[in-house]
Nanobody, 123 residues
């Protein structure tokens, strides 16, 4: 089990930037797939960024070129840098971890979740 705690959510105007953080309770390098998901009211939870156990990243098309995920393996912390934010990025953002080595870009592939942090982008 991995405990995850997100932070960094806020309200910003369109075009602005935010950096979300996710502190993990244990080392994740080499073991866990890590993901950022978001869920807006009335919508399904969608994956936006993923890091495999060895640090390779992938992104949903909707955020490619605007969001960057990274991981500090010393601090056991995952980050999501979000630039050029749009109103449609408004959602609760969740950090998730699931055992590797095979990583999926679906919520069912992750069994450890943080409590979420709210991002609101106004036009």
């Amino acid at each position: 089990q991995v405990q995850l705690v997100e932070s960094g959510g806020d309200s910003v105007q369109a075009g602005g930037s935010l950096r979300l953080s996710c502190a993990a309770s244990t080392h994740t390098y080499g073991t866990y797939c890590m993901g950022w998901f978001r869920q807006a009211p009335g919508k399904e939870r969608e994956g936006v960024a993923f890091i495999n156990p060895y640090g390779s990243t992938s992104y949903a098309d909707s955020v490619k070129g605007r969001f960057t995920s990274s991981k500090d393996n010393v601090k056991n912390t995952l980050y999501l840098q979000m630039n050029s934010l749009k109103p449609e990025d408004t959602a609760m953002y969740y950090c998730a971890a699931g055992r590797g080595p095979t990583c999926v870009q679906r919520a069912w592939g992750y069994n450890n979740w943080g409590q979420g942090t709210q991002v609101t982008v106004s036009s």
